[in-house]
């Protein structure tokens, strides 16, 4: 195996030379402030995921060390994060009761699933996948499942016993209706401990808020005379090796919701990873990123891990604290399980709703209010992608949500694309210089035989009807037409057909069709066996050449009584 092979296959020893007592230093400070910071967020995002704190934990520890060996970024830090917890819990509450031991098998099962996408379309080179899922789809995913947090949080916050399994309308339903019941222990103990963490955070950033928040809450907690629920004890050992049993049924049915959560983690770990290596001056492989996540989640789930991603917190607090080699990631985990050995105890004076609170101010943190405000003011499309996922996520599920999504986005593009903007052009003359210019904003006449237009889309089997619709009215008019190509970025086999089509029609009627500044890839599509049924006389470099060769075709009588003379060709002598 050649040594360029060897670092393909094992990444860590394109960074492993840079490790030294230096970077150790820095990675080692910088690993204990995020092992600091993921504590309270691992038994938070966990309970969001539906499972119990430990295995958000579980996932600190294990999922960034394989992330960060097998990944390309030096500052990303994988684990559990709120996208990829919300995720988990509406894919797998669909096909278990949160809480119970088959809930947590099959949110391992489905992690081993996810990570198996992930790591395939690593290897498949399928990275820029994920692009098709828009910021507008996200938006709205990640707004609704916000409120389905709120929603699974209430009967923390309010004591009340709603039903496990419980829908959104039914959930609200029984807290509405139970109100009497309602426990203003646990109100005041979950609203205190938001009030408590927005006051730190306002008061020094630099502080883990969320972690400062709990300790007060649970020392308040413990002064309460009533008893209240607690989140219970978190065992202290690690992890064990366990492969989730599951049936060929249930893995079969996980299957579209394995993909929506793995399309979902990567598109995380893509933004996530571009907008640090922005900072950091480095270069990515995102389809190793994909390669080192889908592997992170394999041996994960093999190790009570549950499906995790790249977290935007902790690798921007990795970054900023001084990381200089993936080895932080490591040193982080590293710390989490030795200060697990100590801390998990103490889990047992932690009340739920403490919990409840800080989930619920994870929630509202999670929805963009600036961009959707934003994005309803300014497109009416991507606003309706968004509420519709919203909507979908609240009422028809995770897997629904995010391709409802993603096929209404298509749909737009495709609509815009079919309807291409058509520009016609004629000279004009700005501070001394002759310009094509848009007719429509000069107000420029035209020649009566030749039109010169613009396309400002690309000849695609989507768009061939519209644009042989406008040529047809046009050339009812006019005989000549020239297309100036800059604006075509794309030409399929079917944009083409059209215009030989198109051509041939025009000719059989006197005129003919030519085109000029054509961008390479279209020129290098039309070589192939079309530009010699076009013509390749009616192919030009520019507008120029292109309007002195075809005057030289035009009508002479029409020419001879026009009164426009729009062209440098028109004032010469006519024969």
Same mark, same amino acid.
């Given at each position: 195996?050649?040594?360029?092979?060897?670092?393909?296959?094992?990444?860590?020893?394109?960074?492993?030379?840079?490790?030294?007592?230096?970077?150790?230093?820095?990675?080692?400070?910088?690993?204990?402030?995020?092992?600091?910071?993921?504590?309270?967020?691992?038994?938070?995002?966990?309970?969001?995921?539906?499972?119990?704190?430990?295995?958000?934990?579980?996932?600190?520890?294990?999922?960034?060390?394989?992330? $960060?060996?097998? =990944? *390309?970024?030096?500052?990303? #830090? @994988?684990?559990?994060?709120? !996208?990829?917890?919300? +995720?988990?819990? %509406?894919?797998?509450?669909?096909?278990?009761?949160?809480?119970?031991?088959?809930?947590?098998?099959?949110?391992?099962?489905?992690?081993?699933?996810?990570?198996?996408?992930?790591?395939?379309?690593?290897? $498949?080179?399928? =990275? *820029?996948?994920?692009?098709? #899922? @828009?910021?507008?789809?996200? !938006?709205?995913?990640? +707004?609704?499942? %916000?409120?389905?947090?709120?929603?699974?949080?209430?009967?923390?916050?309010?004591?009340?016993?709603?039903?496990?399994?419980?829908?959104?309308?039914?959930?609200?339903?029984?807290?509405?209706?139970?109100?009497?019941?309602?426990?203003?222990?646990?109100?005041?103990?979950?609203?205190?401990?938001?009030?408590?963490?927005?006051?730190?955070?306002?008061?020094?950033?630099?502080?883990?808020?969320?972690?400062?928040?709990?300790?007060?809450?649970?020392?308040?907690?413990?002064?309460?005379?009533?008893?209240?629920?607690?989140?219970?004890?978190?065992?202290?050992?690690?992890?064990?090796?366990?492969?989730?049993?599951?049936?060929?049924?249930?893995?079969?049915?996980?299957?579209?919701?394995?993909?929506?959560?793995?399309?979902?983690?990567?598109?995380?770990?893509?933004?996530?990873?571009?907008?640090?290596?922005?900072?950091?001056?480095?270069?990515?492989?995102?389809?190793?990123?994909?390669?080192?996540?889908?592997?992170?989640?394999?041996?994960?789930?093999?190790?009570?891990?549950?499906?995790?991603?790249?977290?935007?917190?902790?690798?921007?607090?990795?970054?900023?604290?001084?990381?200089?080699?993936?080895?932080?990631?490591?040193?982080?985990?590293?710390?989490?399980?030795?200060?697990?050995?100590?801390?998990?105890?103490?889990?047992?004076?932690?009340?739920?709703?403490?919990?409840?609170?800080?989930?619920?101010?994870?929630?509202?943190?999670?929805?963009?209010?600036?961009?959707?405000?934003?994005?309803?003011?300014?497109?009416?499309?991507?606003?309706?992608?968004?509420?519709?996922?919203?909507?979908?996520?609240?009422?028809?599920?995770?897997?629904?949500?995010?391709?409802?999504?993603?096929?209404?986005?298509?749909?737009?593009?495709?609509?815009?694309?079919?309807?291409?903007?058509?520009?016609?052009?004629?000279?004009?003359?700005?501070?001394?210089?002759?310009?094509?210019?848009?007719?429509?904003?000069?107000?420029?006449?035209?020649?009566?035989?030749?039109?010169?237009?613009?396309?400002?889309?690309?000849?695609?089997?989507?768009?061939?009807?519209?644009?042989?619709?406008?040529?047809?009215?046009?050339?009812?008019?006019?005989?000549?037409?020239?297309?100036?190509?800059?604006?075509?970025?794309?030409?399929?086999?079917?944009?083409?057909?059209?215009?030989?089509?198109?051509?041939?029609?025009?000719?059989?009627?006197?005129?003919?069709?030519?085109?000029?500044?054509?961008?390479?890839?279209?020129?290098?599509?039309?070589?192939?066996?079309?530009?010699?049924?076009?013509?390749?006389?009616?192919?030009?470099?520019?507008?120029?050449?292109?309007?002195?060769?075809?005057?030289?075709?035009?009508?002479?009588?029409?020419?001879?009584?026009?009164?426009?003379?729009?062209?440098?060709?028109?004032?010469?002598?006519?024969?």
């Amino acid at each position: 195996m050649s040594t360029l092979t060897t670092r393909k296959v094992f990444p860590f020893l394109q960074w492993l030379p840079l490790v030294n007592r230096v970077t150790l230093r820095f990675d080692f400070l910088a690993g204990l402030t995020g092992a600091v910071v993921v504590l309270p967020q691992g038994v938070a995002f966990a309970m969001i995921a539906g499972l119990p704190p430990v295995y958000g934990l579980y996932t600190a520890m294990v999922t960034p060390v394989v992330a $960060a060996l097998f =990944g *390309s970024s030096y500052h990303l #830090v @994988s684990g559990p994060t709120t !996208t990829t917890s919300i +995720a988990v819990f %509406a894919a797998v509450s669909t096909l278990a009761i949160p809480g119970t031991d088959s809930f947590v098998t099959t949110a391992l099962g489905l992690t081993m699933i996810v990570g198996l996408i992930q790591f395939s379309m690593g290897i $498949a080179r399928l =990275g *820029s996948l994920v692009n098709f #899922v @828009s910021r507008s789809v996200i !938006t709205g995913y990640t +707004a609704g499942a %916000a409120i389905l947090i709120v929603t699974n949080q209430i009967k923390h916050l309010t004591g009340l016993s709603v039903p496990a399994g419980a829908t959104f309308i039914q959930s609200w339903s029984y807290t509405f209706t139970h109100g009497q019941e309602i426990n203003l222990t646990t109100v005041t103990l979950g609203f205190g401990t938001i009030l408590a963490a927005v006051l730190i955070k306002k008061l020094k950033w630099s502080l883990p808020y969320f972690l400062i928040a709990m300790i007060l809450s649970a020392v308040a907690g413990s002064l309460l005379p009533n008893a209240i629920p607690m989140v219970g004890e978190i065992p202290s050992g690690l992890p064990a090796f366990r492969i989730p049993g599951l049936s060929y049924e249930t893995v079969t049915s996980m299957v579209p919701a394995a993909f929506a959560v793995a399309m979902l983690g990567l598109i995380e770990v893509t933004s996530i990873s571009r907008s640090i290596a922005i900072l950091s001056k480095q270069r990515l492989d995102s389809n190793q990123e994909f390669i080192g996540l889908g592997l992170s989640n394999i041996v994960g789930g093999m190790f009570s891990c549950y499906a995790g991603s790249g977290s935007f917190t902790r690798s921007g607090l990795n970054y900023t604290a001084g990381a200089r080699t993936p080895m932080a990631a490591i040193f982080a985990s590293i710390l989490v399980m030795a200060i697990m050995m100590f801390v998990g105890p103490f889990a047992a004076y932690l009340p739920m709703a403490t919990m409840g609170g800080i989930i619920m101010l994870v929630a509202y943190q999670l929805i963009d209010f600036h961009y959707i405000l934003h994005l309803t003011q300014t497109s009416r499309s991507d606003a309706i992608v968004l509420i519709v996922t919203f909507i979908s996520t609240l009422f028809l599920g995770l897997v629904f949500a995010i391709f409802s999504g993603i096929i209404l986005s298509l749909y737009f593009y495709l609509r815009k694309t079919s309807k291409p903007k058509i520009v016609a052009l004629a000279p004009h003359t700005i501070n001394g210089k002759r310009k094509l210019l848009n007719t429509s904003v000069h107000g420029q006449a035209t020649c009566p035989q030749l039109e010169i237009i613009r396309i400002d889309e690309s000849l695609f089997f989507g768009s061939v009807e519209n644009i042989r619709s406008f040529l047809h009215d046009l050339s009812a008019v006019k005989k000549h037409i020239l297309i100036a190509g800059s604006g075509i970025n794309f030409i399929d086999s079917s944009g083409a057909e059209l215009l030989l089509s198109e051509s041939e029609r025009l000719k059989s009627i006197g005129g003919g069709l030519y085109y000029c500044r054509l961008k390479k890839p279209v020129r290098d599509f039309l070589d192939k066996g079309f530009k010699e049924r076009l013509g390749s006389e009616n192919f030009f470099l520019n507008e120029q050449e292109a309007i002195a060769a075809i005057f030289l075709k035009l009508d002479k009588g029409i020419c001879a009584s026009c009164q426009v003379r729009v062209f440098h060709e028109c004032q010469s002598p006519r024969s």
